[in-house]
């Protein structure tokens, strides 16, 4: 029993210490429709149905540690007072981006982008975000999407593609850090590593946007054919000082081409001593390994998204992402 008891004292102790360890760099409660940490955007309207129609603002939002001491969805008490380009006393609220309305099913595309902020600088980072779908019956998948942009502009319409300024669906990483995304009717709280993009060009405009795409396809049923909505609170941008990181400069080595069909060239230009070059797969997953700089065959790949690792002696990380298209 005493052994039972100081195991719960011990990740109690790590969890107190972890979050105090906790660095916020962004957290909105999306209290006002403007100047609230996002901006909204229909990208497809055919039937002009106008952005309002599409993304709204409710009070509906998941519990926090202050409501559900140790069970909450959350894990962690909000804030008092938001994070960024706000710091007013926090007063939460969710943002929802709804498929149909009064017995009709909506033909469009609505985006939540957040507002772009300076991740170059740090050693970290870490999203975390809640989410819930609800009202979703038979009808079109009606596709939601994560994506991340940098040197992206805020108020700029987003558009999905690879080149500056542009989004990326990184959709298929979160599903790998939560199963339980997309759950139906029921808060689920996801949290990603992003501190592979703290080296890449662009990343001091860096932004994360949700998108969420639906159809109008038959007549409306509420059993069988409806589209459904998506809320999202609680997006924090964080870093943990208990991981931070040692960063080789990425002046050290020339990669290229990249994107790249064929071999991909590695080249030491401060020799520096390295541990290890891996090669990631988009769910963290080590798909090559060498421990000298090389030329890597990328033939035997699949298209896709990999992050290239290159470790010093030092234990100095260098990141870097790499296309396959």
């Known amino acids: 029993m005493k052994k ?124 975390s975000f809640a989410s819930r779908n609800q009202y979703h019956e038979g009808a079109d998948n009606d596709p939601f999407k994560v994506l991340i942009a940098k040197n992206y ?49 662009g990343s001091d405009k860096f932004t994360l946007a949700f998108q969420f795409e639906f159809h109008n396809e038959g007549a409306f049923s509420s059993t069988n054919n409806r589209n459904g909505n998506w809320s999202i609170s609680d997006v924090k941008f964080f870093s943990d000082a208990s991981l931070a990181i040692n960063r080789l400069d990425k002046d050290s080595f020339s990669i290229y081409p990249n994107p790249v069909r064929d071999q991909i060239y590695i080249n030491n230009l401060k020799n520096i001593q390295i541990k290890s070059i891996d090669l990631l797969d988009i769910h963290s997953k080590s798909v090559y390994q060498s421990k000298k700089t090389a030329i890597i065959d990328m033939k035997a790949f699949a298209k896709g998204i990999y992050i290239l690792k290159i470790t010093s002696m030092t234990n100095a990380i260098l990141t870097k992402k790499i296309i396959v298209p």
């Open 4 to 127: 039972f008891t100081l195991l719960i004292a011990l990740i109690l102790l790590s969890t107190f210490t972890t979050k105090a360890q906790e660095t916020i760099h962004y957290y909105d409660d999306f209290r006002y429709a403007g100047n609230s940490g996002y901006t909204g955007f229909a990208t497809y309207d055919p039937n002009n149905k106008g952005l309002g129609a599409f993304i709204t603002r409710v009070d509906g939002v998941p519990s926090d540690e202050s409501t559900e001491l140790g069970t909450s969805v959350l894990g962690y008490t909000r804030p008092t007072n938001n994070f960024g380009s706000r710091t007013d006393v926090r007063q939460p609220r969710s943002i929802k981006l709804s498929g149909n309305e009064a017995g009709e099913n909506y033909e469009g595309v609505s985006w939540a982008v957040m507002d772009a902020f300076d991740i170059s600088g740090l050693s970290n980072l870490f999203v």
């Open 153 to 201: 502009t805020d108020g700029t319409t987003p558009v999905e593609g690879s080149g500056s300024g542009e989004f990326v669906d990184i959709t298929a990483a979160i599903k790998s850090a939560n199963p339980n995304f997309g759950n139906d009717g029921n808060w689920t709280l996801t949290t990603l590593n992003l501190s592979t993009y703290i080296g890449d060009s």
